[in-house]
Each structure stands twice: as structure tokens, then as C-alpha cells.
């Protein structure tokens, strides 16, 4: 996932990912009293979400780093998608083969859209990829 060929997963420990990386640039703790924090690497273009283990990984700088989503199934085709990359070019990629909603996954005021089945969510501002999230994210079963 990243230049240096180091990887950053899902479910990967805390530990790991400071070993790794070294110390976040910015830690921002999201609700008082858990362990739940943001880690910023300004540098390498992205944001972390985790306790004890990386729950989400947000691409969200210049720096980030392209991602490549493998549709499921034998011999399924690889997309690369990055930060900055126009809006048309993301649905050309994606085609009409993918489920799409719309979701908040950290602010109430933003939206992403949401492709559950991938895990990833993008944010666009004026037609180009803001933000990229992987993540797992439950499904609401109340819907």
C-alpha cells in the first residue's frame, strides 16, 4: 500500500502500524474516554482510525497512496483508484457492476459514497476523489 512497500490492513494492531510507521504526526482522540484515535501521517497522505487495531484507513492527502480493489471471483479484474482522480473516471471504472449509497461515516455534514461490498467509501469535492476509506462497515439491519 505504501512507496516503501510497507502494507497497512485492516484488523492490523496499533502496535504494528507504530512499528512501522513510526509515531503518528497527529493523534486526535474521537470520543473521551476509549482508546478510540485518529493517527495523522501527514507525509504519507493518510489517516488511521483505531483502538488497539487499525478499524479504517482514510487517504485523504497528495501524498496518499493509490489503492487497488480486486472484484471477487476467478481471475476478477484489479482497479487502482487514488485521491484526485475525477469522479467519471471512478464510475467508468466501477461501471453499474457495484451497489452504491450514501452514507456519514464520521461527520454528520459529510457524505460519502459507500461500495459495502468493496469496503470502500470516496468523498468527492468538485468532481475529484478527496477521500478514500477502507473499511468494513456494518450493515444496518434496522433499514
Given at each position: 500500500l505504501l512507496p516503501d512497500g510497507k502494507v497497512i490492513g485492516l484488523s492490523q494492531s496499533l502496535k504494528k502500524l507504530k512499528d512501522d510507521l513510526g509515531p503518528a504526526d497527529v493523534e486526535i482522540p474521537v470520543v473521551e474516554g476509549t482508546n478510540l484515535k485518529y493517527y495523522k501521517y501527514k507525509d504519507l497522505g493518510i489517516t488511521v482510525l483505531a483502538?488497539?487495531?487499525?478499524?479504517?484507513?482514510?487517504?485523504?492527502?497528495?501524498?496518499?497512496?493509490?489503492?487497488?480493489?480486486?472484484?471477487?471471483?476467478?481471475?476478477?479484474?484489479?482497479?487502482?483508484?487514488?485521491?484526485?482522480?475525477?469522479?467519471?473516471?471512478?464510475?467508468?471504472?466501477?461501471?453499474?457492476?457495484?451497489?452504491?449509497?450514501?452514507a456519514h461515516l464520521f461527520d454528520v455534514k459529510e457524505y460519502h459514497q459507500l461500495y459495502r461490498d468493496l469496503g470502500l467509501a470516496v468523498q468527492y469535492d468538485k468532481g475529484v476523489v478527496k477521500e478514500l476509506v477502507v473499511a468494513v462497515v456494518p450493515v444496518n439491519e434496522s433499514r
Open positions: 483502538t488497539r487495531e487499525v478499524l479504517a484507513i482514510i487517504l485523504d492527502g497528495k501524498a496518499a497512496p493509490a489503492i487497488t480493489v480486486h472484484r471477487p471471483g476467478l481471475g476478477g479484474e484489479s482497479i487502482e483508484v487514488s485521491v484526485g482522480m475525477p469522479s467519471a473516471e471512478i464510475k467508468k471504472r466501477f461501471g453499474d457492476d457495484w451497489d452504491v449509497e450514501l
